[in-house]
């Protein structure tokens, strides 16, 4: 399973739509499966982020705020969002290990 956190610096970027740095982790038996891979994008956009999501065959997206559309159409795609999450993103990215992330 793979695990897509947007990102701004440390932290959980506030806005889907104007993220253009995202954490990718894999998770293999419930722990992580190597380091966590940090991607810069070339401008923010969200429907680049929503093909990238596809295309890295991600399971779970973690998000500051994000518009309908967009969980609409992930969540179509059967890619899990959860969303208003705020913290640095490896405090994230631990708790949706342990499963304290809803």
């Keep these: 399973m793979k695990i897509l956190i947007t990102a701004q610096g440390d932290f959980v ?11 990718i982790a894999t998770v293999e038996n419930g722990a992580l499966a190597g ?3 940090t991607i810069i994008m070339d401008r923010a956009s969200a429907e ?5 999501i596809m295309e890295e065959d ?3 997206v973690i998000c500051g705020g ?5 969980y609409q159409f992930l969540t179509w795609k059967k890619i899990r969002v959860v969303d208003f999450v705020i913290g640095d ?3 994230v990215l631990n708790r949706a290990l342990t499963g304290e992330l809803q």
């Design 89 to 91: 993103h490896q405090s």
């Design 66 to 70: 994000i518009e309908e559309r967009h």
């Design 48 to 52: 680049e982020l929503s093909n990238m």
């Design 13 to 23: 970027a506030s806005r889907f739509d104007l993220t253009s740095e995202v954490v």
């Design 58 to 60: 991600v399971s779970l």
């Design 35 to 37: 380091k966590p891979r």
